[in-house]
């Protein structure tokens, strides 16, 4: 459930006049539009339009995005053929549509890279950055943002180097590295205060929001928003506001305030509603359903739900559509209308499943834009008649517009032309079917792990039944036997019986078989509990059913990280959180002892989690903080 939205940060485009309201500007650049004398004039006012319109109308923003690309087009203007890219993708991202926004700012940084406007190019190279942080890719987020900074550095821009240090706070609060996050969302704030920007300003603060509502700190979240709610209505940005508006409900609704939850909700819809943002609209709406489900108010979720289900299908808006058909299904369960939420359940999967592929299918196209571009350079390389060599030179320039614009035959007659065509099919058939093995071995790598850790845990299942059934036994019968006068004797037989039940459970909790895995790991931390290190746990939105393999995974991880924790960590303070995320189960323990040693980080106990995150087709992260302490992530599908 998308209920807490990270707000959007962009260098280029933040800096707007806030004193005018949006209608004025909006009318006088409709003035100056019928008045324009030269293309040059109009295109001015195009992309002003459609700015201006993205914050109170996104449908004529996209108009006059495409207008202004149009006209550009028309005259060949390469620098406003890229800000018509720019602006198309600032469309896409104020709808929440990301992914869409990428390639138009990929098509928009080709024509800066040419046209050598260092601005231009730093601006752009931090709006792609942002989207990918949206989208949760921190490598490629990482790698454009570090683009940017470094031609702002160059620039001497401090205003814009203040925004790509909130740009670092939303890559590290998206790795849920807490502590850097916010060290950059503060000094992202007081470098925009010292500018005198106050709307940068507070934008850092509502990032803080999220950030502290994401660390479970609740209550200062609350103070925080609230602080913002009374200053930011003054820059009449209802996008952001509803943003905030938004993360306000998230937060009583996990304090269990659903009634103020309900009515920020409500206020973050109406600011939606009032521009037409339709992504904004379902998600919202969406939350308004759940929280009148969880206030038991079944009648009253309906009308939200379908509201939210209806905007998602007809915008095409996936991520949004999954989550409605998925509290459609939570109504019916709460109606008694089993058959219905079971269907709806099948839709949700299937929602799920065609956003996985998606991504999938546009990683393997831009992993073949990449490799038909190399091919192409190493065969211009390989060439020794000049001509030719020229030849392929000026279609190697071309390649990445061709290839973007799906001009497949002519790459295909040219390379025929050359004699290069068997040459690429053969390549890339060597390339394809070394793929093919490399992906075979490492599946059946996999499965040859997962039944080996089968077959271990299935060994101590039995040897954990054989200490507690016929040890045990043994050692119970044999302390009937002695005498009770004999204290001593009795008190060390007692002590063994004891230790013999603990590596029992150890080995194999019955908790977890009978209990399941929240319960178990409950069990787990209580046991551990001692006056040196303080343990915390909570899980939530978990789903009813874990597989066996998934649970025995995570209950063994979390064991070795207490264990970690206790013996070498010198922490006072250990957390660990187990939570459901999309179709994946999150474990994530954080301690601030001293950290890990590289040693240390290569032990068997990390190396034995590792092994069987990987088994899983999971992934395990581990990361030392600068300040001290570690963090554990683990992520494993549920089933």
Excluded at 66 to 71: Q, T, V
Excluded at 547 to 566: C, D, G, H, K, Y
Excluded at 576 to 584: A, D, E
């Amino acid at each position: 459930m998308r209920s807490l939205i990270i707000c959007v940060i962009f260098c280029s485009w933040c800096a707007t006049a806030f004193g005018q309201s949006s209608d004025s500007l909006i009318a006088n650049y409709k003035l100056q539009l019928l008045n324009a004398k030269t293309d040059s004039q109009k295109l001015n006012c195009l992309t002003q339009l459609s700015w201006e319109y993205g914050v109170v109308d996104i449908d004529s923003a996209l108009k006059y995005a495409n207008d202004e690309l149009n006209l550009a087009r028309r005259i060949n203007s390469p620098y406003w053929i890229s800000m018509g890219y720019n602006d198309l993708s600032i469309v896409a991202i104020r709808r929440g549509n990301y992914n869409e926004a990428i390639p138009y700012l990929k098509e928009s940084l080709r024509i800066r890279i040419q046209l050598k406007d260092s601005n231009l190019l730093a601006s752009t190279y931090s709006k792609i950055s942002n989207c990918y942080v949206q989208l949760g890719d921190n490598e490629q987020s990482l790698q454009y943002l570090f683009s940017a900074l470094k031609i702002y550095e160059a620039l001497n821009d401090k205003g814009n180097q203040a925004t790509l240090l909130g740009g670092l706070g939303l890559v590290f609060l998206s790795l849920k590295d807490y502590t850097k996050a916010e060290y950059y969302f503060v000094n992202s704030a007081k470098l925009h205060a010292s500018l005198g920007d106050d709307y940068m300003y507070w934008l850092m603060q509502i990032n803080l929001v999220n950030l502290y509502s994401e660390k479970r700190d609740f209550a200062k979240a609350l103070t925080l928003g609230g602080k913002i709610e009374k200053v930011f209505s003054k820059f009449e940005d209802p996008s952001t506001s509803a943003t905030l508006y938004g993360n306000m409900g998230y937060i009583y609704r996990q304090i269990k305030n659903n009634e103020s939850g309900l009515s920020y909700y409500l206020k973050a819809k109406a600011l939606a509603v009032s521009i037409n943002d339709s992504a904004g609209i379902a998600t919202y709406s969406q939350n308004i359903g759940n929280t009148y489900l969880d206030m038991n108010k079944v009648s009253s979720a309906y009308p939200f739900i379908m509201e939210a289900l209806n905007v998602s299908s007809k915008f095409g808006l996936l991520e949004e559509e999954k989550n409605a058909r998925y509290s459609l299904a939570k109504y019916y369960m709460l109606k008694g209308e089993g058959e219905k939420a079971i269907n709806e359940l099948d839709l949700f999967v299937s929602i799920s499943d065609t956003i996985a592929k998606r991504k999938s299918v546009e990683a393997t196209q831009e992993m073949e834009t990449r490799y038909s571009t190399e091919l192409k350079q190493n065969k211009i390389n390989a060439l020794s008649a000049e001509n030719k060599v020229k030849q392929l030179e000026i279609e190697n320039k071309n390649a990445s517009l061709s290839i973007a614009r799906r001009n497949n035959i002519l790459l295909f007659l040219v390379l025929l032309a050359s004699g290069a065509f068997a040459f690429i099919v053969v390549s890339k058939q060597k390339v394809t079917n070394q793929l093919r093995l490399s992906t075979a071995l490492a599946e059946e790598q996999r499965r040859g792990i997962a039944s080996v850790i089968s077959a271990q845990e299935e060994e101590r299942r039995q040897i954990a039944r054989d200490l507690h059934d016929s040890i045990g036994q043994q050692l119970a019968a044999l302390k009937l036997s002695i005498n009770e006068e004999n204290t001593k004797s009795a008190d060390l037989l007692n002590s063994t019986i004891h230790d013999v039940r603990q590596i029992s459970h150890q080995m194999m909790p019955v908790t977890l078989e009978r209990q399941g895995l929240a319960i178990a790991l409950e069990e787990l931390v209580t046991n551990a509990k001692n006056d040196i290190v303080k343990i915390n746990f909570e899980s939530f939105n978990l789903p009813s059913e874990i597989s066996p393999q998934v649970q025995l995974t995570l209950f063994r991880a979390a064991q070795e990280i207490i264990s970690n924790t206790l013996k070498h960590s010198k922490a006072s303070l250990l957390n660990i959180q187990l939570y459901l995320s999309g179709r994946k189960l999150i474990l994530f323990a954080e301690d601030n002892g001293i950290g890990l040693s590289d040693s240390r980080k290569e032990g068997m106990g990390l190396l034995n989690i590792k092994t069987r995150v990987n088994a899983l087709e999971g992934e395990f992260r581990l990361d030392n903080r600068a300040e001290g302490g570690c963090a554990i992530t683990i992520i494993v599908p549920c089933v």
